[in-house]
């Protein structure tokens, strides 16, 4: 236990307020029902959120995070508000709108980051490592952090993930929807008209893999496919973590983990290894099956009226950004009722249930979902999940794991690995730099 844990505990029992953020100064009704103590387990724990989809805003809208939401999830006020210590910004590219330009565009999202911290040094920092993530948090700081999100970024070269390594990204997603010419993904891998590996990696991957371990970049399996996530974490040397996936016992789409997946997570890594994190995805289609259906079934009618706005935003001569279109999807997802925070609640509860209380996190996804559960407007409602985990008799220990322990924990371990690999350098050759053209 460290000092300033165990330093929470004492000020929970006597009731005494912690040297933390400013506590918010409206008080919803739920603040109200629930005893003071789940707010005061939220004010003293490290919040981390493994992903958020801001940078787009940021560099096509010219979103800074010091304006007012204006229909996103997360802004300085926001953060402050939830207590919300580290976000992982991710550095998602596009992969038909970019199509021939991904490294480009994986540069000039990493820079928006950058941008963003340099313009903003009293609220926010870049951080590179667990140790930056409290010393931010001691700061009072926003802890900003970047994970490339889909292996397409790096155009089947090592020297480009080792060069996005050195501009600060500490997670890459091995695919995102699409199936890249080394990994595949869930998005697609129903599709016969994508090429797909034989064993879920090519050798290349699991090159990639390797250098991702060796380097210290946390492997992330959120939207491989199956046969890509058993491979990647029998491949995998260091721990690996899901940064937004949820429970597919619970919600049955092919984005969310099996109840085996969980348990191989938790049990991923070398034999020093603590283990691997699932951090739940928000997202109301990944977390309510009744969700999920009524968004399918709207399928054919949304794709007819977000192909004529889009036909005619064309028409007018404008370039289609993310933005545009995720509002369209936004006012879509609107016609479908919001599942209710306990659904996002049952999910927690059940990857700590089935891979363990030690495995368990947050990757919300904000900015990059249409719908989230009731009462999860921003980063400034986060404070209720605490207070719902309170509410099922998690103790503040538990939810501090939950909150952000459990990744911190997860990332070191990552590092350690990456440690004893520099210095065992050479014992494995590497198969090839590129990927070998398969046409
Ligand atoms: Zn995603």
């Known amino acids: 236990m460290r000092p300033l844990r165990l330093f929470a505990l004492i000020a929970l029992t006597l009731s005494i307020p912690l040297p933390s953020r400013p506590q918010p100064t409206t008080k919803t009704s739920s603040h109200k029902r629930q005893p003071i103590a789940a707010d005061l387990v939220h004010r003293s724990a490290i919040v981390i959120d493994t992903h958020a989809d801001t940078p787009q805003r940021m560099l096509d809208d010219h979103y800074d995070l010091t304006q007012p939401l204006d229909g996103g999830y ?24 970019y199509e021939g330009h991904y490294a480009r565009r994986t540069l000039e999202l990493i820079d928006t980051v ?14 590179y490592s667990p140790d930056d993530i409290e010393r931010a948090h001691r700061e009072h700081k926003l802890a900003a952090l970047m994970g490339i999100e889909g292996g ?6 090592l020297g480009l ?54 380097l210290g970049m946390m492997v992330d399996i959120s939207h491989v496919s199956d046969k890509t996530f058993y491979r990647a974490v029998i491949t995998s040397r260091a721990p690996v973590f899901a940064s937004h996936s949820s429970a597919r016992a619970l919600t ?53 009226g977000e192909d004529a706005q889009i036909a005619q935003w064309k028409s007018e001569g404008k370039t289609i950004t993310y ?52 009462g999860i407007d921003s980063a400034a409602d986060l404070p209720k999940i605490t207070a719902a985990l309170i509410e099922r008799g998690y103790s503040p ?6 909150l952000g322990a459990n990744f911190l924990r997860f990332f070191r371990d990552v590092q350690a690995t990456a440690k004893e690999l520099q210095a065992q ?8 730099d590129q990927q070998p053209f398969r046409k």
Not at 78 to 95: D, H, M, R, T, Y
Not at 277 to 301: H, L, M, R, T
């Open 152 to 157: 397409h970024s790096i155009e089947d070269s």
């Open 74 to 97: 997360l802004n300085f006020a926001s953060a402050k508000q939830g207590n919300l210590g580290a976000e992982f910004f991710s550095i998602w590219v596009e992969p038909k709108l």
């Open 161 to 214: 993930l080792r060069d996005d390594y050195r501009l600060g990204v500490r997670y890459m997603t091995l695919t995102w929807s699409n199936s890249n010419n080394w990994a595949d993904s869930s998005g697609d891998a129903d599709d016969p008209t994508v090429h797909h590996t034989q064993d879920g990696l090519t050798d290349f991957g699991k090159d990639v893999v390797y250098e991702m371990n060796r």
């Open 252 to 304: 049955n789409v092919p984005r969310n983990m099996t109840d085996d997946m969980l348990r191989a997570v938790a049990r991923s890594g070398g034999p020093n290894s603590h283990g691997g994190v699932v951090q739940v995805n928000f997202y109301s289609g990944f977390i309510s099956d009744a969700w999920a259906q009524a968004w399918k079934a709207q399928a054919p009618e949304r794709k007819a």
């Open 323 to 374: 933005a545009m279109t995720d509002a369209l999807d936004k006012q879509w997802a609107a016609k479908i009722p919001r599942p209710p925070l306990s659904a996002l609640i049952d999910h927690i509860d059940h990857i700590a249930k089935v891979a363990g209380i030690d495995h368990v996190g947050l990757g919300s996804d904000f900015d990059g979902i249409p719908s989230s559960p009731e």
């Open 114 to 127: 950058l941008q963003q911290a340099a313009a903003h040094p009293d609220k926010m920092m870049m951080a």
């Open 397 to 402: 220990e538990d939810c501090h794991k939950i």
């Open 425 to 432: 350098s050479g014992e494995r050759p590497k198969i090839t």
